[in-house]
């Protein structure tokens, strides 16, 4: 089911700043359901339709075990991610689910609300604290402050950090290493990562030595040890590779959210006024509406066909490939009016459900609650700490991150006024 003859090249590269590809828009119009080429000449299913999006994510007859024949790796780095040790990010059911309960009243809107959004304020206080600090004294200098570097990269990494049960000791150090992971090359971010991923192993051991002083509640590598790792539910190096997906698996999203939520409402000036006028009110049509607009993680959602399924009128079979191009689905006029538009103000009947920024169906994002209040908590306490705020560059001036990867914007030099 295609109408383009020429089958395009996947992942698709912005022509602009940080708009999708244009021919998402165009796909979805004239061939939603149609073949890509990878990067190593196979090809795969692309959807570009929310429902068929939705459909697909939903479906137990699509694999998201990237060991599956057929699974769509979108860069060389992929076949190495096979290797590893999986998690439920890339598990089918049952055990998809079983892992997936070990962590799952950690992230419930009720344990976010009680347990971390205190710690989520605090953070994001002395974050701020220290980026007003910095912005003063570049101001001083008559030059623009990084919000990028200076603050959106610390405040959800110092939080994860906490959460995870890091020594304030460690934290300078593995905050270098996130630094690197987030904002330089592949190799200097694969150095970083194995890094990172050694610091957690060593952690691990840590606190399984010293498990009988655990309490397994205050935080969640103390919880993994005490709860699966003690008991022999799970190895080692499984709680090691479980804890560092809670620590990477979102960080790059939330940090070019926050980017590009602030340079966005930078761009939107009615809108911002609003927020300003009732931040509390309008966080969680803000963050729902960046989520959307940007889908800062849009080339998560890959699939395998277990059994063959026919999804918008189209036959996929088992062995092929599926890429849910849940940045399009975001842009699609059936759900979202005016999908190219950025408004905070859209209609009470969509909801924070129907935006396929968190993923779709059993796989949906697990962290989603607690990602959102990180953004509610850093928009409301950065626009009101800093009422001032605007951009010191032409947006056609900023560097964006690679153009066909996920949205991101490398830097953001902001005035305080």
Same mark, same amino acid.
């Given at each position: ?23 998402? =828009? ?86 976010? =609300? ?49 959460? @995870? ?23 200097? =971010? ?33 919880? @993994? ?33 926050? =980017? ?114 990180? @953004? ?42």
């Amino acid at each position: 089911m295609t109408a383009i003859q020429d089958t395009p090249s996947f992942p698709f590269a912005r022509e602009e700043t940080y708009h999708p590809s244009p021919l998402y =828009a165009r796909l979805r119009k004239e061939g939603p359901i149609s073949r890509v080429k990878l990067y190593d000449g196979k090809l795969a299913w692309l959807l570009t339709r929310h429902k068929d999006c939705c459909e697909a994510l939903s479906s137990d007859r699509l694999s998201a075990d990237r060991r599956a024949p057929g699974y769509p790796e979108i860069h060389p780095g992929g076949l190495k991610a096979r290797e590893a040790i999986p998690t439920f990010v890339n598990m089918d059911d049952p055990g998809h689910a079983a892992q997936r309960a070990m962590l799952e009243g950690e992230f419930t809107p009720e344990t976010v =609300a009680r347990k971390w959004r205190p710690v989520m304020e605090q953070v994001v206080d002395a974050v701020l604290d220290d980026f007003v600090a910095k912005g003063e004294a570049a101001a001083r200098e008559q030059r623009p402050v990084d919000l990028v570097k200076d603050f959106a990269v610390h405040a959800p990494t110092l939080i994860i950090y906490r959460v @995870l049960g890091v020594p304030d000791a460690d934290v300078a150090r593995l905050s270098r290493d996130s630094e690197i992971r987030n904002s330089t090359s592949r190799n200097a =971010a694969e150095t970083a990562n194995l890094e990172l991923q050694k610091y957690v192993g060593g952690l691990v051991k840590q606190k399984m030595q010293h498990s009988q002083e655990l309490d397994a509640n205050s935080d969640i590598i103390s919880k @993994l040890v005490v709860e699966q790792l003690k008991p022999g539910h799970l190895t080692e190096d499984q709680v090691t590779t479980l804890a560092f997906l809670v620590l990477t698996a979102g960080n790059a999203a939330l940090i070019n959210s926050i =980017a590009l939520g602030v340079l966005t409402l930078l761009q939107h000036h009615t809108q911002l006024a609003d927020f300003q006028k009732r931040p509390e009110a309008l966080a969680g049509q803000l963050v729902n509406e960046i989520t959307r607009y940007h889908t800062a993680s849009g080339l998560n959602s890959r699939r395998a066909v277990k059994e063959d399924i026919e999804i918008g009128g189209q036959v996929l079979k088992r062995g092929e490939g599926v890429i849910c191009a849940v940045q399009a689905a975001n842009r699609d006029a059936e759900i979202f009016p005016d999908p190219d538009v950025f408004d905070i103000h859209r209609p009470a009947g969509l909801r924070p459900v129907d935006c396929l920024g968190f993923g779709f169906g059993p796989h949906r994002c697990q962290a989603e609650a607690f990602s959102r209040t990180q @953004l509610e908590i850093i928009f409301v306490k950065l626009f009101k700490r800093l009422p001032g705020l605007r951009l010191a560059r032409a947006e056609t001036e900023l560097v964006y991150s690679d153009p066909k990867m996920n949205i991101g914007v490398e830097e953001l030099p902001v005035y305080f006024s």
